[in-house]
């Protein structure tokens, strides 16, 4: 008698375990992370030192992800006073009627340097050239796809660039300029696996930032990520990685795909700060 209340104590622990389990795995969803990477570059120019770059990404509308979370992420982006914001797509889920509302969320956000977007493999699935004409009723969100402009941050000369998503769009870096017209370059690419496919020019590229996987969007202790969509999960699986001829980073983003639940991936709003100071030695 004694084994069997020892049992049915023991399942009832467990029960109730994985039932508090199951509760956190839909409430994580909602809690965003600001993330505060620092991406140190070798030789950056002296006006770039401190300039700061908010990532949004895999917003998802339509999918489970709330609009007043997407409008939350945009708020937490300006409270960290970036000097130019990246939004590097999967803007809806399943469904372009979400792009407006979605677009709408974003609105409230402005930089100095520009708010820049270019699009995810779902935006294309569900109808990129709604995307498109979408984002041309918000003039300050700046299509990026497939061009790079060049700006002026101080004495230095900032490259932005933008490609199409790699899996579902043409992309294609032609528009970047001669490096000697450029001091920095930022790319922005939904697919962080373009870092791979683009080697030879993206090794012009100072500093790519993606999204795409969701981090894995559920891991576990000791084992991370049961499911990753980028080609070479064991680099891009999130935050920065130090390839020989670039960096990326590689945001979790703010929705969920699939299934709304996360588990030890919480959403985030990456705001990246450059430094010229020596690259810390890999473990």
Request: glycine residues 8%.
């Amino acid at each position: 008698m004694a084994n069997t209340e020892r049992a049915a104590r023991w399942a009832g622990a467990a029960a109730a375990a994985a039932g508090a389990v199951g509760a956190y795995t839909l409430l994580e969803p909602l809690w965003l992370e600001v993330t505060r990477p620092r991406i140190h570059v070798r030789g950056l120019h002296p006006d770039l030192e401190g300039f700061r770059i908010a990532l949004l990404t895999d917003m998802h509308a339509g999918d489970g992800t709330p609009l007043w979370l997407i409008r939350r992420a945009a708020r937490l982006a300006m409270r960290q006073r970036p000097h130019l914001i990246a939004l590097t797509g999967d803007f809806a889920a399943d469904d372009a009627g979400t792009f407006a509302p979605v677009l709408q969320a974003l609105a409230c956000l402005h930089a100095p340097h520009g708010v820049w977007a270019v699009p995810g493999n779902h935006d294309h699935t569900v109808g990129i050239h709604r995307w498109h004409a979408e984002l041309r009723r918000h003039p300050h969100l700046r299509d990026l796809t497939n061009r790079a402009v060049v700006q002026k941050v101080g004495g230095a000369s900032l490259c932005v660039a933008g490609v199409d998503d790699f899996s579902r769009g043409r992309p294609t870096l032609d528009a970047l300029p001669p490096p000697e017209a450029r001091d920095f370059t930022l790319l922005l690419a939904h697919d962080p696996d373009q870092a791979e496919q683009a080697r030879r020019a993206c090794d012009a590229v100072d500093l790519i930032v993606s999204g795409h996987t969701h981090g894995g969007q559920v891991r576990l202790p000791w084992v991370g990520a049961l499911k990753n969509p980028a080609e070479r999960d064991d680099l891009y699986e999130e935050g920065l990685r130090r390839r020989p001829w670039t960096q990326v980073y590689t945001s979790r983003g703010v929705g969920t795909v699939h299934l709304p639940i996360r588990l030890l991936c919480r959403p985030e709003v990456a705001v990246l700060e450059l430094s010229g100071a020596p690259r810390p030695r890999l473990p």
